[in-house]
T-cell receptor, first 115, second 116 residues
């Protein structure tokens, strides 16, 4: 039973346009959400996070939106750059995961930004 | 470089052999985590430490796996009698462990294990 779902395995956008990556979760006990970026043969790199008490968090070109009623979050990248091409993972933590701190990940979305 | 480091980066072994991986967390980070990632999947939680205490283990961590963090600093993950199904990327992460809910985990580069 996958508690964090990224239903789009891949996404392709043009340089300069907006990239929108989506994530759904099923466990209402999750209360902290993170996005990580991963290049091949490297570990995940933390991008941005959001607590369940907020509905938006912004950091430079990256904005994460959280819709708790829909159990949905999204990552917006504006403007997209070729260097953003990577796999993006959505992750969540909370009491419902059996531990307050372990992260539950989605399967990832491969973003390709074309020049 | 003050990030999480892992050693070795790659390990090829024969089935039945034992392997050990090392993780050095960001200094002053109290929590240390181990995850495993296979192709096409996101990282899956294995275990975590608060200082030297191992506080949770996933059911993925069979009795062939053991992890230690003897002095609350670096950690080791040992796999005994490796099987081909153990082939994966083993990721280590650390977090400050400040006690708040928003405790961000920072990952190392991983150790790629291939069991022949």
């Amino acid at each position: 039973d996958q508690q964090v779902k990224q239903n789009s395995p891949s996404l392709s956008v043009q340089e300069g346009r907006i990239s929108i990556l989506n994530c759904d979760y099923t466990n209402s006990m999750f209360d902290y959400f993170l996005w990580y970026k991963k290049y091949p043969a490297e570990g995940p790199t933390f991008l941005i996070s959001i607590s369940s008490i907020k509905d938006k968090n912004e950091d430079g070109r990256f904005t994460v939106f959280l819709n708790k009623s829909a159990k949905h979050l999204s990552l917006h990248i504006v403007p997209s750059q070729p260097g953003d091409s990577a796999v993006y993972f959505c992750a969540a933590s909370g009491r419902g995961g059996g531990s307050n701190y372990k992260l539950t990940f989605g399967k990832g979305t491969l973003l390709t930004v074309n020049p | 470089d003050t990030g999480v480091s892992q050693d070795p980066r790659h390990k090829i072994t024969k089935r039945g052999q034992n392997v050990t991986f090392r993780c050095d967390p960001i200094s002053e980070h109290n929590r240390l985590y181990w995850y495993r990632q296979t192709l096409g999947q996101g990282p899956e939680f294995l275990t975590y430490f608060q200082n030297e205490a191992q506080l949770e283990k996933s059911r993925l961590l069979s009795d062939r796996f053991s992890a230690e963090r003897p002095k609350g600093s670096f950690s080791t993950l040992e796999i005994q009698r490796t099987e081909q199904g153990d082939s994966a990327m083993y990721l280590c992460a650390s977090s400050l462990g400040s006690g708040g809910r928003t405790d961000t985990q920072y990952f190392g580069p991983g150790t790629r294990l291939t069991v022949l």
